[in-house]
């Protein structure tokens, strides 16, 4: 060995994981690979096609031209016109955007915002930042489901409310919420209606000519489509005021020199999700439901999270009693396995999930979270493996803690 | 037949990661974790550490976690350093960390991901005298580098689970080992002060924890006359010469810290020089215990040469050092590691200094 390491020749440097093992991924609520056609939209803008959409020359327009086009792919999959897309640097500007914008633009109207007690950080956040800045700021509570209740709103909902914000299927535990009937309930108010749809654009079908909200928000990431870019969908006359000025892009919306690349795989991404959404969908619902199933049959003490009834097909989000959650994540990841606890955003925090303490779960009840979350790549293979090793990990971990 | 799977603690230095790349050579698979800590201004566990242990953890292709490791070090580790120099002692924060924290709570954390074994960077060897059943901790090959006394608290079962691989190698070998390797660690200096300790000193440090100032009180000599006033009696330590803030026209040194009554004594550095201690709450490593008396070489703090004494047994929990020569400034709070020759035996605390 010392002669090994102590010789004059050169030394690869080693190799520890055995690269043979299979790697499986359950994080897509994180983060999903950009799918290669969405790759090869993008490409040609790191290139030849380098041009500044504002400029006015052949260069500009070329680009000028892809970010058209994609406006036009995002508008259509949710039956939007081109004009009311608005392109952001993400999910959670596009949510700052939403909220900071519509509250600033109708602040002579009213001050008060509501939003759901499980709504993504980028909307809580905001909302905190409102609330030091003057506005008056409810918190939708929510069942131990994870499901907002209706007839809270007449309750609520005030002559001063200007903004009303509830997230389209929620990013840990994946409840749906029935926003078609919020809108309905709340179109003929004088008041705004945001969904953050960054989790549940991917699988769920939203038509805005039928759907009465005001505002989405989608990002590219979470859909097989490049980071660092989102869109807001504002309907048209609808009051917003800018967060990033500059030099007026997107209609004096979102200033800053458009990502052009990134937009142009966002329009690509979501040109590709147009045509296979359904079938992804019914394909990993079969495939989540299984992993389920296998689950709880085989390991006890494990309770499903969410709403059985409106959940979003690809996520399954486990307490697993006798666990920390945050030594079987690193096992499972050692064992070749990418999961979460809940949100990549919380890693690392010992907080405890905002999501299920407001569904009422105790400190003790949410050490053991796991949540794995499924896409398009993932296998029926992948899927009975990862029952095997996740079932192996668990009952390691239980084994130690002397349960 | 699968490998056998260790976790490496990563500093981000050269040491640790020299460590993991030995490992790998050996057939292991290696896992890289690092603590963080978060005490205010620490110079081990930061976040350029972590960034470097992650860098290079990429580097060897190795899984690489960060574990959050600040409550219980406060527990364990700030805790007693604050309740020992408030107890007029010299804390050693090392001695203690390594038991609790490393070959405690890291060992935890390594089970956890199902690896029995944890490696660090330490510069001490581990082996099996099957004779004895017994795991020995020996010196690094190189004396001057040697930190088995660090190492001298850990108990048989976290030793039967601890590798070094640096320990058998000299330190320049274990750079050329690095350079070889391509990992551009960057050359850390290799701090004696107290890791969590900001430069404003030990003083400012605990009265910041305490959050109040320390009680100032007499600076006396041995007839008991008042020299001076301190500003409290954590941050002094025996044999410390300056900032003393007292002239008389010779050197003068702390040769006593009195905590009942608040008293720091001070004299001439003849009074520094004592030929025995006893020592309490003794960790036995290489023997299961000790019958009457023996000679063993004993090591008064990190960096003092082994020195020839008499360890005589007092009591289940106490033992007696009588040294062959007087030693300068037996500090009370201080761990006294007993050797035979390279084999560690035991550690037990400094409590009290005699003259016999």
Same mark, same amino acid.
Not at chain 1, 179 to 207: K, M, P, S
Not at chain 2, 204 to 211: M, N, S, T, V, Y
Not at chain 2, 221 to 228: C, F, S
């Given at each position: 060995m010392l002669d090994n390491l102590s010789g004059n020749r050169y030394i690869a440097v080693p190799k520890a994981?055995?690269?043979?093992?299979n790697r499986i991924y359950l994080d897509y609520a994180a983060t999903t690979p950009v799918d290669p056609e969405v790759l090869d939209t993008m490409l040609p803008f790191f290139k030849?096609?380098?041009? &500044?959409?504002?400029?006015?020359h052949g260069k500009g327009q070329e680009a000028l031209d892809a970010i058209e086009s994609a406006r036009h792919q995002v508008a259509a999959l949710f039956n939007?016109?081109?004009?009311?897309i608005v392109f952001t640097g993400s999910g959670t500007e596009a949510d700052n955007l939403a909220l900071w914008g519509a509250a600033h633009a109708l602040r002579d109207h009213g001050n008060h915002v509501i939003v759901s007690a499980i709504e993504h950080s980028a909307i809580l956040k905001s909302a905190e930042f409102l609330e030091e800045s003057g506005w008056d700021v409810t918190r939708l509570s929510v069942d131990e489901n994870g499901m907002i209740d209706l007839d809270e709103f007449e309750r609520i909902?005030?002559?001063?409310?200007v903004l009303l914000s509830v997230m389209t299927? &929620?990013?840990?535990?994946g409840t749906i919420q029935p926003i078609e009937e919020i809108g309905a309930l709340l179109w003929d108010q004088n008041l705004l209606v945001h969904t953050d749809?960054?989790?549940g654009v991917g699988y769920l079908e939203q038509d805005v000519r039928a759907l009465p909200v005001d505002m989405i928000s989608i990002s590219a990431h979470k859909i097989y489509g490049p980071k660092g870019t989102g869109a807001l969908f504002i309907r048209e006359g609808t009051p917003i005021s800018s967060l990033i000025r500059g030099g007026g892009q997107e209609k004096g919306r979102r200033s800053g020199t458009h990502n052009v690349a990134g937009i142009a795989g966002l329009g690509k991404a979501c040109e590709m999700l147009k045509d296979m959404r359904q079938e992804n969908a019914d394909r990993i619902r079969n495939l989540r439901d299984h992993l389920e199933k296998e689950l709880l049959s085989r390991l006890d003490l494990i309770r499903v999270n969410g709403d059985k009834n409106h959940r979003l097909p690809n996520i399954l989000h486990l307490s697993i009693e006798h666990i920390d959650g945050e030594a079987m994540l690193r096992h499972l990841d050692v064992e070749g396995i990418a999961a979460s606890s809940g949100s990549a955003c919380a890693?690392?925090?010992?907080?405890?999930?905002h999501v299920l303490k407001a569904m009422g779960r105790s400190k003790k009840e949410t050490e053991g979270s796991l949540r794995l979350s499924l896409g398009k790549h993932t296998t029926d293979e992948e899927i009975t493996e990862a029952v095997n090793r996740i079932e192996k990990v668990i009952k390691y971990l239980r084994s130690l803690s002397s349960y | 037949m699968s490998k056998t799977r260790v976790v490496v603690g990563m500093s981000g230095g050269v040491d640790s990661t020299v460590a993991a790349a030995i490992l790998l050579e050996k057939g292991y698979e290696v896992i890289g974790m690092t603590m963080t800590l978060?005490?205010?201004?620490?110079?081990?566990?930061?976040d350029e550490d972590v960034t470097d242990a992650r860098r290079m953890a990429q580097k060897l292709d190795i899984p690489h976690y960060v574990i959050p490791m600040h409550k219980p070090f406060r527990e364990h580790v700030v805790d007693y350093f604050i309740a020992e120099y408030t107890n007029g002692h010299t804390p050693n924060p090392c001695a203690i960390c390594?038991?609790?924290?490393?070959?405690g709570e890291l060992l935890d954390k390594a089970r956890e991901v199902g690896a029995e074994l944890l490696a660090t960077g330490h510069y001490a060897v581990v082996t099996k005298d099957e004779n004895i059943g017994r795991y020995l901790l020996k010196r690094g090959k190189e004396h001057g580098k040697d930190q088995s006394y660090f190492l001298a608290r850990l108990s048989q079962n976290a030793l039967s689970r601890?590798?070094?691989?640096?320990?058998?190698?000299?330190k320049n070998k274990i750079r050329d080992l690095a350079r070889r390797l391509d990992l551009d660690v960057s050359d850390k200096s290799e701090s004696?002060?107290?890791?969590?300790?900001?430069?404003?000193?030990v003083a400012q440090f605990i009265e910041d924890e305490l959050g109040h100032s320390l009680e100032p009180g007499p600076i006396k000599n041995k007839d008991e006359e008042i020299l001076g006033t301190h500003?409290?009696?954590?941050g002094y330590t025996i044999g410390q010469r300056k900032g003393?803030?007292?002239?008389?026209g010779r050197p003068i040194y702390v040769t006593r810290i009195e905590a009942e009554s608040n008293t720091i004594f001070v004299g001439d550095e003849?009074?520094?020089?004592?030929n025995a201690c006893t020592v309490s709450d003794p960790n036995w490593i290489g023997v299961n215990g000790l019958n009457g008396s023996r000679d063993a070489l004993v090591r008064?703090?990190?960096?003092?040469r082994p020195t020839p004494a008499t360890i005589t047994m007092e009591s289940d929990d106490r033992i007696h050092i009588h040294f062959k020569k007087p030693q300068r400034a037996?500090?009370?709070?201080q761990l006294a590691v007993f050797y035979d020759g390279e084999s560690v035996l035991g550690s037990a605390w400094i409590d009290t200094i005699l003259n016999q």
């Amino acid at each position: 060995m010392l002669d090994n390491l102590s010789g004059n020749r050169y030394i690869a440097v080693p190799k520890a994981m055995d690269k043979t093992m299979n790697r499986i991924y359950l994080d897509y609520a994180a983060t999903t690979p950009v799918d290669p056609e969405v790759l090869d939209t993008m490409l040609p803008f790191f290139k030849d096609r380098f041009g &500044n959409p504002s400029s006015g020359h052949g260069k500009g327009q070329e680009a000028l031209d892809a970010i058209e086009s994609a406006r036009h792919q995002v508008a259509a999959l949710f039956n939007a016109k081109p004009h009311e897309i608005v392109f952001t640097g993400s999910g959670t500007e596009a949510d700052n955007l939403a909220l900071w914008g519509a509250a600033h633009a109708l602040r002579d109207h009213g001050n008060h915002v509501i939003v759901s007690a499980i709504e993504h950080s980028a909307i809580l956040k905001s909302a905190e930042f409102l609330e030091e800045s003057g506005w008056d700021v409810t918190r939708l509570s929510v069942d131990e489901n994870g499901m907002i209740d209706l007839d809270e709103f007449e309750r609520i909902i005030r002559p001063d409310t200007v903004l009303l914000s509830v997230m389209t299927a &929620n990013n840990e535990v994946g409840t749906i919420q029935p926003i078609e009937e919020i809108g309905a309930l709340l179109w003929d108010q004088n008041l705004l209606v945001h969904t953050d749809a960054v989790q549940g654009v991917g699988y769920l079908e939203q038509d805005v000519r039928a759907l009465p909200v005001d505002m989405i928000s989608i990002s590219a990431h979470k859909i097989y489509g490049p980071k660092g870019t989102g869109a807001l969908f504002i309907r048209e006359g609808t009051p917003i005021s800018s967060l990033i000025r500059g030099g007026g892009q997107e209609k004096g919306r979102r200033s800053g020199t458009h990502n052009v690349a990134g937009i142009a795989g966002l329009g690509k991404a979501c040109e590709m999700l147009k045509d296979m959404r359904q079938e992804n969908a019914d394909r990993i619902r079969n495939l989540r439901d299984h992993l389920e199933k296998e689950l709880l049959s085989r390991l006890d003490l494990i309770r499903v999270n969410g709403d059985k009834n409106h959940r979003l097909p690809n996520i399954l989000h486990l307490s697993i009693e006798h666990i920390d959650g945050e030594a079987m994540l690193r096992h499972l990841d050692v064992e070749g396995i990418a999961a979460s606890s809940g949100s990549a955003c919380a890693s690392g925090s010992d907080e405890i999930s905002h999501v299920l303490k407001a569904m009422g779960r105790s400190k003790k009840e949410t050490e053991g979270s796991l949540r794995l979350s499924l896409g398009k790549h993932t296998t029926d293979e992948e899927i009975t493996e990862a029952v095997n090793r996740i079932e192996k990990v668990i009952k390691y971990l239980r084994s130690l803690s002397s349960y | 037949m699968s490998k056998t799977r260790v976790v490496v603690g990563m500093s981000g230095g050269v040491d640790s990661t020299v460590a993991a790349a030995i490992l790998l050579e050996k057939g292991y698979e290696v896992i890289g974790m690092t603590m963080t800590l978060s005490t205010p201004a620490s110079r081990c566990c930061s976040d350029e550490d972590v960034t470097d242990a992650r860098r290079m953890a990429q580097k060897l292709d190795i899984p690489h976690y960060v574990i959050p490791m600040h409550k219980p070090f406060r527990e364990h580790v700030v805790d007693y350093f604050i309740a020992e120099y408030t107890n007029g002692h010299t804390p050693n924060p090392c001695a203690i960390c390594n038991p609790t924290i490393k070959f405690g709570e890291l060992l935890d954390k390594a089970r956890e991901v199902g690896a029995e074994l944890l490696a660090t960077g330490h510069y001490a060897v581990v082996t099996k005298d099957e004779n004895i059943g017994r795991y020995l901790l020996k010196r690094g090959k190189e004396h001057g580098k040697d930190q088995s006394y660090f190492l001298a608290r850990l108990s048989q079962n976290a030793l039967s689970r601890t590798l070094f691989p640096v320990g058998t190698f000299p330190k320049n070998k274990i750079r050329d080992l690095a350079r070889r390797l391509d990992l551009d660690v960057s050359d850390k200096s290799e701090s004696q002060d107290v890791c969590f300790v900001p430069d404003s000193g030990v003083a400012q440090f605990i009265e910041d924890e305490l959050g109040h100032s320390l009680e100032p009180g007499p600076i006396k000599n041995k007839d008991e006359e008042i020299l001076g006033t301190h500003q409290g009696i954590a941050g002094y330590t025996i044999g410390q010469r300056k900032g003393l803030g007292i002239a008389v026209g010779r050197p003068i040194y702390v040769t006593r810290i009195e905590a009942e009554s608040n008293t720091i004594f001070v004299g001439d550095e003849d009074e520094l020089y004592h030929n025995a201690c006893t020592v309490s709450d003794p960790n036995w490593i290489g023997v299961n215990g000790l019958n009457g008396s023996r000679d063993a070489l004993v090591r008064i703090r990190y960096n003092h040469r082994p020195t020839p004494a008499t360890i005589t047994m007092e009591s289940d929990d106490r033992i007696h050092i009588h040294f062959k020569k007087p030693q300068r400034a037996i500090t009370p709070g201080q761990l006294a590691v007993f050797y035979d020759g390279e084999s560690v035996l035991g550690s037990a605390w400094i409590d009290t200094i005699l003259n016999q």
